[in-house]
């Protein structure tokens, strides 16, 4: 141990902290980002890439340039690098720190003989009058030692800039490396994991479609009218997500109910209709966890999408704001989507008599600002309408179980 | 910067390797006992306990003593600690550094007038002949300033054991517990998106059997049948887990199987069969995701459960190991608890009767060596059966509309 580390802030504690952020960020693109700017400041770096390896291929994820940037304004520099991609081969500076699994740094491109590696940039730099000079190219090696990818740093800047990277570069650069290919990892499996949830929770709305082809894209209509309204009453983005992730779900507890009763072509009696509305108990049920909001907001809006305003909805009888926001919203989405389409038992209302069995709601059956909301975006209202329309095709192949297509499973994108 | 930080391998340097370990760890309790033992490493401390925060409470989670393992032997001392747990108060060093967000480094317990901090101490060290001296605990604070816990470290080691921990310690244990804080922080949501995940896949389980209470346990004894025999046959602990984890799916497809047929106390007829067969590749397409293993598994388990080891199966025909493994399993899984239990169209078989339609469906229905593993391990399988028999009350209670119980959700444990 060497007492002069105990110093402010050498690059290694500076490294620590960075370490920190990188952890700290799960959004992949914004990791990135992040990696790519911090590794520029640390070794004073004009201009870098990320590049992130797809088999036998270089993709380019991020890049940042400040004379370009300075030149060209914000935004700018960086799509100049958006469809940059180089084979894993000896054939380029980066692509041969992936085969290599070794650092790359050269003083100046130029100075190279023959010009075999400086074949990528001379080509950039011709194009957008930039010129590379030095480069210090990093693999990016997990814990598996595995290449994810390579760090490219370009033109040293300030008085050490004509010697290019100096040995504290290269190992600064390294260390970097290492952590920005763990929290890549990272990021990689937890985006993975959400997808997996995500679709796991989609199963779930299609089971429910499943049962109910007629209303087939009842589901979509409703989650997208819910989205409409939530926007409109100001939820923040984060809300949104969960109420647009969470809204597929709203029915899934018919699942549970007698198809007598679900498809039955008439009015519903005082028994059946008991029946029908257990679904919402059925689906709290079913969505009885809380290990995450959109699962949480999933069971209230299944459980309180036909509670009413003044208090005569059903399983609770709640009233008001003691109806969760997600439920009061799908409840509108929900009523309005049934009005105006086709069901076994109804035909669809012509709009301005949905229009006006809605306004009618106002203060009963609905919140008058949710119905304002709905008013107020007609149009998009209409475009989803038009845009999910339900088709006497797929009204027609409903059940035709001599022609179920097996769909291939989605694969994974990363 | 300075130069000489270049040297083999500083402490900071040290610490960036020991923060992608941290950062690698996704399983919680790995997590904790590697912060601890590394923070041990780097400051050459004899002891240490490393408290989670729980509201107004520090709960010990993880404790080491080389001193009282080499007394007590591997894994004793460790349980010493078991019970341990402190308030954020002033009352106690930990307590303390958790209250004021600051280090406190003690050189010598004893020393301390009044002995308020040490009298924790104190107790544990009468109890096991223990002597604590130097102490230093240290806030573990995560990026949003929260303190998640505390990083105790205990007796400084080696020639400055008489001065206790000293300046470069701190730092360095400073370092670490800011690393360790967004470790545990980064685990814990993982571990909550896992949990989610896992619960969105329970409710399409729950979904299923919801349509089909007449086979209420029939899904986790399928389950617990299909754990015995990949046990038996060899199957590596994931992908045991991830059977374990798949298997309830198998009939999520039956959601799209209509009542009449569903439900039909006689024997289907040609076509109501060929409409009974699709719930496989309903399934599959509920189970519609590449995005996770057990995603994967559950569509090749929902898909491929009615394959037979002839050929003959449906949907497609498939013969021998051209059918997944975790499908044969549940394949055989399932009929012997159909055979075993009584239907809406039929009664339980004898257990005779049973082993006999099993054994005579070697090489046939069923992969040889799955029947040679199940008549292997009748006892856990008969435990099964009796532990998750079907009540007559259960039966009974299928479909009481009138009395559906809504469950609390299960909160989040982290």
Redesign the interface.
């Known amino acids: 141990?060497?007492?002069?580390?105990?110093?402010a802030s050498?690059?290694?504690?500076q490294?620590?902290r960075v370490?920190?952020?990188l952890?700290?960020t799960?959004d992949l693109s914004a990791l990135l980002t992040l990696i790519l700017s911090e590794a520029r400041r640390m070794v004073d770096a004009d201009a870098g890439t990320l590049y992130v390896r797809e088999g036998a291929m270089l993709r380019a994820v991020a890049a940042q340039c400040r004379t370009l940037t300075e030149r060209l304004g914000d935004g700018k520099a960086e799509t100049l690098f958006d469809s940059l991609a180089v084979p894993v081969s000896p054939n380029s500076v980066c692509g041969s720190a992936a085969l290599t699994k070794e650092v790359v740094n050269i003083p100046d491109l130029h100075a190279i003989e023959g010009a075999r590696l400086a074949a990528c940039s001379a080509a950039f730099d011709r194009e957008h009058g930039y010129t590379t000079r030095a480069v210090l190219a990093v693999p990016m090696i997990d814990?598996e030692d595995e290449v994810i990818g390579v760090l490219q740093l370009i033109n040293k800047r300030g008085p050490l800039q004509q010697a290019g990277f100096g040995?504290?570069d290269v190992?600064i650069s390294l260390?970097l490396a290492?952590?920005a290919a763990?929290?890549i990892?990272?990021a990689r499996?937890?985006a993975?994991?959400?997808?997996?949830?995500?679709?796991?929770?989609?199963?779930?709305s299609?089971?429910?479609e499943?049962?109910d082809r007629a209303t087939a894209k009842h589901i979509t209509r409703v989650t997208e009218y819910a989205g409409i309204l939530g926007l409109a009453m100001g939820l923040p983005d984060g809300e949104l997500d969960l109420l647009v992730q969470a809204s597929p779900m709203h029915d899934?507890g018919k699942?549970?109910i007698?198809?007598?009763i679900l498809h039955k072509p008439g009015k519903l009696d005082e028994q059946e209709r008991?029946?029908m509305e257990?679904h919402t108990?059925?689906g709290?049920?079913?969505?009885?966890?809380?290990?995450?909001a959109?699962?949480?907001m999933a069971?209230q809006i299944a459980?309180y999408h036909h509670e009413k305003w003044d208090g005569s909805g059903y399983?609770k009888g709640l009233r008001g704001t003691a109806i969760p926001l997600c439920a009061r919203i799908v409840a509108l989405a929900d009523v309005y989507d049934a009005l105006s389409t086709r069901r076994c038992y109804k035909e669809a209302f012509a709009p301005e008599k949905v229009l006006e069995i809605v306004r009618q709601g106002a203060g009963a059956h609905f919140q008058p600002e949710l119905v304002d909301a709905l008013l107020a975006q007609l149009g998009r209202i209409y475009e989803i309408r038009d845009q999910f329309g339900d088709t006497q095709a797929e009204l027609d192949a409903f059940?035709d179980?001599?022609n179920?297509e097996?769909?291939e499973?989605?694969?994974?994108q990363y």
Not at 194 to 202: G, I, N, T
Not at 409 to 412: A, K, L, N, T
């Open positions: 141990m060497t007492g002069n580390e105990t110093g050498s690059p290694f504690q490294l620590i370490g920190i952020a952890t700290s799960q814990p040995e504290l190992r260390a290492s952590q763990v929290a990892r990272n499996l937890t993975q994991l959400r997808r997996a949830h995500r679709d796991a929770l989609l199963g779930l299609i089971a429910a499943w049962r899934v699942l549970g007698p198809d007598a008991r029946i257990t108990l059925i709290a049920n079913i969505l009885n966890s809380g290990a995450s959109v699962m949480r069971r459980l399983p059940r179980y001599a179920i097996l769909k499973p989605d694969e994974d």
